[in-house]
T-cell receptor, first 110, second 112 residues
């Protein structure tokens, strides 16, 4: 089935460690996005990529990094510089009118 | 992308129509209105989009005012499964390349 997959669904890390969240899509979409969502809040854009080997900062990029070496993959690294990394992270891809979202990764940093 | 304003929350009765408003007074001529919804702890789901004509699909209807400064998403017969946060977004219609930003949305609670 075509879709967008995020893994893992739940992730726990110790404070000060970098962690990488996976996002894979087999929809052949050019554009991919990463969002952060805190409890009771809307989605905030972290990074987005229009095409392979290119990406732009979103509204809250500090403390995060991404890569786009392959069209189908857009991993997000939450670095130790991110002050409040505990959140729900959503990845999306889009090619046209409709954006498709993964089921999210809930990251807890203790 | 143009900014949108939506009510923070609203309740509606099961089986009745739910009318969700969205203001986008700064919308540009090339920007479309898109609606998504997010059921608790899941990724958002596309519902419908339109430019200036009213649109209908199997999920909902979209009514856009003549001046395009506001729109209404209509869920014709709300069910308990329609309880979700609904996001209204305006952006140009392009294959790729522009930011996709979400506001706070409207938290809709469908009550039996």
């Amino acid at each position: 089935d075509g879709g967008i997959t995020q893994s893992p669904k739940y992730l726990f890390r110790k404070e000060g460690q970098n962690v990488t969240l996976s996002c894979e899509q087999n929809l052949n979409h050019d554009a991919m996005y990463w969002y952060r969502q805190d409890p009771g809040q809307g989605l905030r854009l972290i990074y987005y990529s229009q095409i392979v080997n290119d990406f732009q900062k979103g509204d809250i990029a500090e403390g995060y990094s991404v890569s786009r070496e392959k069209k189908e993959s857009f991993p997000l690294t939450v670095t130790s510089a991110q002050k409040n990394p505990t959140a729900f992270y959503l990845c999306a891809s889009r090619d046209g009118d409709e954006a498709f979202f993964g089921q999210g990764t809930r990251l807890t940093v203790v | 992308d143009a900014k949108t304003t939506q009510p923070t929350s609203m309740d509606c009765a099961e089986g009745r129509a739910a009318n969700l408003p969205c203001n986008h007074s700064t919308i540009s001529g090339n920007e479309y209105v898109y609606w998504y919804r997010q059921i608790h702890s899941q990724g958002p789901q596309y519902i419908i989009h339109g430019l200036k004509n009213n649109e209908t699909n199997e999920m909902a209807s979209l009514i856009i005012t003549e001046d395009r400064k506001s729109s209404t998403l209509i869920l014709p017969h709300a069910t308990l499964r329609d309880t979700a946060v609904y996001y209204c977004i305006v952006r140009p219609r392009r294959a790729a390349g522009n930011k996709l930003t979400f506001g706070g949305g409207t938290r809709v609670l469908v009550k039996p």
